[in-house]
């Protein structure tokens, strides 16, 4: 069975800090990707990492894959209050697409980001 | 577009009962997955459907039970409910084919006393 660790699980930060959440894995994905979910909503999905050493930025979120496709971090740029909620990274085992339904959660970090 | 739909969004049962829950994918969206979200085990992969058929099965006993309609509708049902399948169950859809993005719905929370 392969597991994702997240840390941390829990991050209290003032506003225009910046932070760094982190996905570790013994085992290889194929791809990995990353979640928000609020309260009383599904997840929401912000990037998909394929391709091992990958980094992708989404205004102020950089989101990069390890080169051995086992980790993946989520840093944030000067947070807002907006930025709250539960960041979740989630892992496909193989590549193809009769896999790509079935995902593997990590615990998921709680943000929590004060005006 | 509208997004996924689940109903219902609360439910609350008793030990023993039987629940049924429905999800309404994306339209042109032909897979759905099922995930079962709580506090303690985070969010853990139920099934996935795909044109009427299972392609993925997690790790759950065989009392979570799942099907997909023609249309890509999908319910999942769990029989001789337990304290312990108290939880948020979310679907999510998928274009299918090489697609990696799946799309949540809000969820069906069950609270079973």
């Known amino acids: 069975t392969q597991l994702l660790e997240q840390s941390p699980q829990f991050l209290s930060i003032q506003e225009g800090e910046n932070l760094t959440v982190y996905c570790n894995s013994s085992s290889v994905f194929s791809s990995l990707q990353w979640y928000r979910q609020e309260p009383g909503e599904g997840p929401v999905l912000l990037v998909t990492v394929v391709t091992g050493g990958e980094v992708k930025k989404l205004k102020r979120l950089t989101f990069q894959f390890g080169d051995a496709r086992k980790d993946s971090s989520l840093h944030i740029t000067a947070a807002q209050p907006g930025d709250t909620g539960l960041y979740l990274c989630a892992g496909v085992s193989r590549a193809g697409g009769t896999s790509y339904g079935k995902l593997t959660f990590g615990q998921g970090t709680i943000l929590t980001v004060h005006p | 577009k509208a997004g996924v739909t689940q109903t219902p969004r609360y439910l609350i049962k008793t030990r023993g009962q039987q629940v049924t829950l429905s999800c309404s994918p994306i339209?042109?969206?032909?897979?759905v997955s099922w995930y079962q979200q709580t506090p303690g085990q985070g969010l853990q992969f139920l099934f996935e459907?795909?044109?009427?058929?299972?392609?993925n099965k997690g790790n759950f006993p065989g009392r979570f039970s799942g099907r997909q309609f023609s249309n890509s509708r999908s319910e999942m049902n769990v029989s001789t409910l337990e304290l312990g399948d108290s939880a948020l169950y979310l679907c999510?859809?998928?274009?299918?084919?090489?697609?990696?993005?799946?799309?949540f719905g809000p969820g069906t929370r069950l609270t079973v006393t």
């Open positions: 459907y795909f044109s009427e058929t299972q392609r």
């Open positions: 339209s042109g969206h032909r897979s």
């Open positions: 999510a859809s998928r274009k299918a084919g090489q697609s990696r993005e799946q799309y």
